[in-house]
Nanobody, 120 residues
Framework: QVQLVESGGGLVQAGGSLRLSCAASGRTFSSSYRMGWFRQASGKSREFVGAISWSGGSPFYADSVKGRFTISRDNAKNTVDLQMNSLKPEDTAVYYC????????????WGQGTQVTVSS
């Protein structure tokens, strides 16, 4: 099993920044896992934000956040961060961390989510 715990959400004004962190643990977690961030706004379906390969490779992002959000990882701490800059009210959502084995196309593991609210 893999456990994911997000932190760092909160309330910020438009144009501001927030940094989310996801801590991964568990007996089956390994450096081969791909890590991702998703979000779900009220009344909408969950959408992909970005992802990064744990052991290498460039992160990739949804067009809606490209150039504003940055995903980084710390393999020693088993954490993945999402730096969010130039936030917009439409970025308001619950943000989820997810993980999957590199060989899988399914995001098997999810965190509990953290709320991000951007005021105009």
């Amino acid at each position: 099993q893999v456990q994911l715990v997000e932190s760092g959400g909160g309330l910020v004004q438009a144009g501001g920044s927030l940094r989310l962190s996801c801590a991964a643990s568990g007996r089956t977690f390994s450096s081969s896992y791909r890590m991702g961030w998703f979000r779900q706004a009220s009344g909408k379906s969950r959408e992909f934000v970005g992802a990064i390969s744990w052991s290498g490779g460039s992160p990739f992002y949804a067009d809606s956040v490209k150039g504003r959000f940055t995903i980084s990882r710390d393999n020693a701490k088993n954490t993945v961060d999402l730096q969010m800059n130039s936030l917009k009210p439409e970025d308001t959502a619950v943000y989820y961390c997810a993980a999957r084995p590199a060989s899988s196309s399914v995001w098997d593991y999810w965190g509990q989510g953290t709320q991000v609210t951007v005021s105009s």
